[in-house]
């Protein structure tokens, strides 16, 4: 089971991947609403994976990424995104994501990014998808 933080600047897409997160057998440790809510929980909690929005006030997606990155280099990050830009796109894997996710984003499209980051675990390593 993952430990996921969740970070959206919207309550209802942080609904919807919560629950998402939830069916598949994870646990959603924090939730924050802008990329500086997102570092300060990062920090405290220390989760396993993190969905990030790009697109927030006070600190965009991009910036946090740079920032969680510079104390935590193990965490995976997915991109949600509804910019649909190459560059955009590119620059958070670039600054550090794993993936990403264009919105409207599905329980299937979150499944498969999960599995993209996670597939190297061995098969005695499965049970920690829970799938």
Same mark, same amino acid.
Do not use: R, W
């Given at each position: 089971?993952?430990?996921?933080?969740?970070?959206?600047?919207?309550?209802?897409?942080?609904?919807?991947?919560?629950?998402?997160?939830?069916?598949?057998? %994870? $646990?959603?440790?924090?939730?924050?609403? #802008?990329?500086?809510?997102?570092?300060?929980?990062?920090?405290? !909690? *220390? /989760?396993?994976?993190?969905?990030?929005?790009?697109?927030?006030?006070?600190?965009?997606?991009?910036?946090?990424?740079?920032?969680?990155?510079?104390?935590?280099?193990?965490?995976?990050?997915?991109?949600?995104?509804? %910019? $649909?830009?190459?560059?955009?796109?590119? #620059?958070?894997?670039?600054?550090?994501?794993?993936?990403?996710? !264009? *919105? /409207?984003?599905?329980?299937?499209?979150?499944?498969?990014?999960?599995?993209?980051?996670?597939?190297?675990?061995?098969?005695?390593?499965?049970?920690?998808?829970?799938?």
């Amino acid at each position: 089971m993952l430990k996921v933080l969740v970070v959206d600047d919207s309550i209802l897409m942080i609904n919807n991947i919560k629950a998402y997160v939830e069916s598949l057998g %994870h $646990s959603v440790v924090g939730e924050a609403l #802008n990329g500086t809510d997102a570092v300060k929980l990062c920090l405290e !909690l *220390k /989760p396993d994976l993190i969905t990030m929005d790009i697109t927030m006030p006070d600190m965009d997606g991009i910036s946090a990424i740079k920032k969680i990155k510079e104390f935590d280099k193990e965490v995976n990050i997915i991109v949600l995104t509804s %910019h $649909s830009q190459e560059e955009i796109v590119m #620059n958070s894997l670039k600054v550090g994501a794993k993936g990403y996710i !264009l *919105k /409207p984003v599905s329980k299937e499209n979150l499944k498969d990014a999960i599995s993209n980051i996670y597939d190297e675990y061995s098969e005695d390593d499965e049970h920690l998808l829970d799938y």
